[in-house]
């Protein structure tokens, strides 16, 4: 029997998803006598409950959707953003093999969406498929979430099990050469 709280979950009836911080709370101590915690985890724990680092989303019938990972959400604008729901978008055109959306530093918007994509077999990188893609998105996307940049890489890093290694990509982001910025309209 696990109880289970949301924070900061802002204005239910607004057209633009509201984000919220998920914690849970199990009976008793979750975290037993003797249990090594990092420092991470201590900071984790706020008046007893697990601070998940979950972002999600309530719908108006009270509905919860896991959204992102709170430390992959992109604050762009003053948008709390989640990758998958652009990430979900960009997979669908017919040259993505595989694709990961990050938030990079910018002195503007705080962050910008860029999307990472590897490309399927026979396709190349240009200006030209970058404009594509994001044009793609346009009919799932609103406009402050597409991307500002897309980056082509040979391949997008992953764990063994499979998951983005976003860290990876923001780390390296700097050094990537294969960059356009999308002209849409």
């Known amino acids: 029997n696990v109880k289970a709280i949301f924070i900061d979950h802002g204005n239910l009836t607004s057209a633009i998803p509201t984000f919220m911080k998920a914690a849970n709370k199990a009976p008793g101590s979750l975290f037993a006598a003797g249990f090594d915690m990092s420092a ?3 900071q984790g724990i706020k008046d007893g409950y697990n601070m998940m680092g979950d972002a999600v989303m309530m719908d108006k019938d009270g509905y919860i959707f896991f959204q992102a990972r709170e430390d992959d959400m992109i604050k762009s ?24 959306v990050v938030g990079i530093p910018d002195e ?22 970058a404009n594509e ?16 940049e897309v980056v082509f890489l040979p391949s997008i890093p992953r764990t063994p099990t499979g998951k983005i290694i ?20």
Do not use: C, N
């Open 40 to 42: 991470a985890t201590v």
């Open 77 to 100: 604008s003053g948008f709390s953003l989640a990758p998958t729901e652009i990430e979900d978008a960009i997979i669908r055109h017919a040259a993505v093999r595989d694709d990961a």
């Open 108 to 129: 503007i918007m705080g962050q910008k969406v860029v999307a990472m994509v590897e490309l399927e077999g026979g396709h190349t990188a240009s200006q030209e498929l």
């Open 133 to 148: 893609i994001i044009k793609s998105t346009m009919d799932v996307l609103a406009t402050y979430k597409l991307p500002r």
């Open 166 to 185: 976003k860290k990876d990509l923001r780390k390296h982001y700097p050094e990537y050469t294969s960059k356009f910025t999308p002209k849409v309209k």
